[in-house]
């Protein structure tokens, strides 16, 4: 799994079954909101 920034984007590649990637292109209020929302689940 990794995340750059990319121009103003921060993109997520996210390994998958069958060795294909997910990519997904998140604003910052994005990305902080997802993370919020996974510590919220693995906890």
């Given amino acids: 799994?990794?995340?750059v920034i990319e121009?103003?984007?921060i993109v997520m590649r996210i390994?998958?079954?069958g060795?294909?990637?997910i990519v997904v292109?998140?604003?910052?209020?994005?990305a902080a909101?997802?993370?919020d929302l996974?510590?919220?689940v693995a906890q």
């Fill in 19 to 21: 060795g294909g990637r």
């Fill in 25 to 30: 292109e998140l604003t910052k209020e994005e």
């Fill in 38 to 40: 996974l510590t919220e």
């Fill in 7 to 9: 121009s103003r984007k």
């Fill in 1 to 3: 799994m990794e995340a």
């Fill in 33 to 35: 909101e997802l993370g």
């Fill in 15 to 17: 390994p998958s079954d």
